[in-house]
């Protein structure tokens, strides 16, 4: 089975700086899907960012990045030039790649982003 | 265009009762999956469709637990004889396409109290 650990249950940062989310995850398998996922205080879950265990390049989205490990099964979120919207829960989620795409999700991260 | 809808958004049920949480996806969206949010926790899949096939229920934690989408677009998710251990967020998700990792747009949940 696959596990997904955050091991950040709280974190802060200031308005405009930069933060780090940690998230590892734990399979045997070689091909996959990792996900970050938002999920505001509405509860509306939306997709931050996506990257695909075959691609060494990580993925960016405009202030949101991450940084892929996969020898070490690492996957983390960095949000540049943080605002104040980005106060919200995050998870980590992870897919195998002929799973029928359920995700299985880490037990998130909650970010408060500080004026 | 329209999100994925839940209703009712917060249900409050005796213990014993059953309940009927329902999901319109996106239109033309052809998977459907449904996940269980415990209070301060990441999601956990219930299970999943395809169309109008249920082709994963693994998650499902009982027998009391029923899902169904007869017309492969809107889905409900039956508990039978509900117990305080159900209560939680329930959140439905829907993707275009079949293909790995599509990405999957979330509704807004049902906040089910069992009492």
């Known amino acids: 089975a696959q596990t997904v650990t955050q091991s950040q249950p709280e974190m802060s940062v200031q308005e405009a700086e930069t933060v780090t989310l940690s998230c590892t995850y734990d399979t045997s398998e070689n091909n996959y899907y990792l996900f970050w996922y938002k999920q505001p205080p509405s509860r509306q879950m939306i997709l931050v960012i996506r990257?695909?265990?075959?691609?060494?390049q990580n993925a960016t989205e405009n202030r949101f990045s991450v940084n892929f490990q996969k020898a070490a099964k690492s996957f983390s979120l960095k949000i540049s030039d943080s605002q104040l919207g980005d106060t919200a829960m995050y998870f980590c989620a992870f897919t195998l790649y002929n799973a029928g795409n359920m995700l299985t999700f880490g037990g998130g991260t909650r970010l408060m982003v500080k004026p | 265009g329209a999100g994925v809808s839940q209703s009712p958004r917060y249900k409050v049920a005796k213990r014993g009762q059953d309940v009927a949480l329902r999901c319109d996806p996106i239109s033309g969206h052809v998977s459907l999956f449904w996940y269980q949010q415990a209070l301060g926790q990441g999601p956990e899949f219930l299970t999943y469709f395809q169309n109008e096939a249920q082709l994963d229920k693994s998650g499902l934690p009982s027998d009391r637990f029923f899902a169904e989408r007869p017309e492969g677009s809107v889905s409900t998710l039956k508990i039978q004889r509900t117990q305080q251990e159900d209560s939680a967020v329930y959140l439905c998700?829907?993707?275009?396409?079949?293909?790995?990792?599509?990405?999957?747009?979330f509704g807004p949940g049902t906040r089910l109290t069992v009492l």
């Open positions: 998700a829907s993707s275009l396409e079949r293909g790995v990792a599509a990405t999957q747009y």
């Open positions: 990257q695909e265990a075959y691609k060494q």
